[in-house]
């Protein structure tokens, strides 16, 4: 079998190339390990800015789709200190900057905006070798493959495709956080609803912080986030959600307890989300036939735009693709040139610093003064 272009993952950045090529005229197939598009939890809120994300959103020519499920008034911010004060707020204003979505609609809109069919799912990738001329063979856990003249690889953190390109992998940053779910809140958790408040929420210090938003449907969504060995996470038993809880909470003993509820009080088991990356600059040289984008390319802790940046090289992607389709070629170089600047401009910027849990600079007020800087 061989197809014009093989995405591997269906995650938002690989949906975006998918749905730019297709407004091009470019036929894609895209082969997905879940079994389903509703298979597995697809994660919180997003905020998609103006400066990158919703660009991709209009290159895919979604735009009115994607203000469909905006959901209102969830660019509130509000940063508090550790003993509960509320040190900086701001409304949502509607200017539509950062709009928040969740992540899971998102996706969605980006699938039903494909041909029937594109995504090809329950295709578990097990490895991916070189033919020659710039062709690949993708083997798939049921013992299938597929060969193709363009690989793309958009499969995360822990890419099949990518060492094809890079020796790199992944290793851990030093954080994780462990993310728990309060539902109802308004009615069932009073405090804990006021104390998010309409949008998103962040109590940082050096090492620890809380990270909550008000999702859809009265739902509070918290990430509690520790600077600690992976071995400091093994010793707790996350299979006892009671006592996991507990102990997580016992590291905040002398933060509010309206902070604290947020973790104690939870309505779900406490889900642990360690974080990882790969080098901040990570390149490679130009191999015939096949790229990467989004984590594939340049995983990083969370730092409020890999959603964004992988949306957007998915829309570069497409658009160089269809600019230059008698020089595949020269269209992934220029792509991946600027795809890799990009990348590790945000990975080593300022900001990016400021939004490590293990930094110094995670304060409340240095958060605050980047916001004060943005002019958010």
Avoid at 189 to 212: C, E, L, Y
Wanted: proline share 5%; glycine share 10%.
């Amino acid at each position: 079998m061989t197809t014009p272009v093989t995405i591997i993952g269906a995650g938002l950045g690989g949906l975006t190339l998918a749905r730019v090529l297709h407004v091009h005229g470019i036929p894609a197939t895209v082969h997905e390990a879940d079994p389903s598009p509703s298979a597995r939890a697809q994660g919180g809120m997003l905020d998609i800015h103006d400066y990158n994300g919703q660009l991709a959103v209009e290159a895919a020519g979604l735009m009115d789709a994607f203000r469909a499920i905006v959901l209102d008034g969830r660019q509130a911010m509000r940063v508090l200190d550790r003993d509960g004060t509320v040190l900086f707020e701001e409304a949502d204003d509607g200017t539509g900057g950062r709009p928040e979505v969740m992540r899971g609609e998102l996706r969605r809109m980006l699938i039903d905006s494909l041909p029937a069919g594109t995504v090809r799912w329950g295709d578990k990738v097990t490895g991916a070798r070189s033919l020659g001329d710039g062709r690949h063979e993708v083997a798939f856990a049921d013992g299938s493959t597929a060969v193709t003249g363009l690989l793309v690889g958009a499969d995360g953190a822990w890419s099949r495709v990518r060492p094809l390109l890079s020796a790199a992998t992944p290793e851990y940053a030093g954080t994780s956080v462990v993310e728990t779910y309060l539902h109802d809140a308004d009615t069932r958790h009073p405090v804990a609803a006021k104390t998010v408040g309409g949008g998103s929420m962040i109590a940082p210090s050096p090492g620890r912080q809380f990270f909550a938003h008000r999702e859809s449907g009265d739902t509070l969504h918290i990430y509690v986030a520790l600077a600690e060995p992976l071995d400091w996470f093994a010793a707790i038993d996350f299979t006892d959600p009671a006592a996991a809880t507990a102990r997580v909470a016992a590291e905040f003993a002398d933060w509010a307890p309206e902070l604290t509820a947020l973790i104690t009080d939870t309505d779900t088991a406490p889900v642990l989300r360690p974080h990882y990356a790969l080098p901040a600059e990570h390149r490679w040289d130009r191999v015939p036939g096949v790229t990467l984008l989004g984590d594939a390319a340049h995983l990083t802790v969370p730092n409020g735009e890999g959603a964004n940046l992988a949306m957007l090289d998915g829309a570069d992607l497409g658009r160089a693709i269809a600019a230059r389709p008698d020089d595949i070629e020269a269209a992934l170089t220029e792509y991946e040139q600027v795809m890799l600047a990009r990348s590790a401009d945000v990975a080593t910027s300022e900001d990016a610093a400021i939004h490590r849990i293990d930094s110094q600079d995670n304060t409340a007020h240095g958060l605050i003064d980047m916001f004060t800087e943005e002019g958010r």
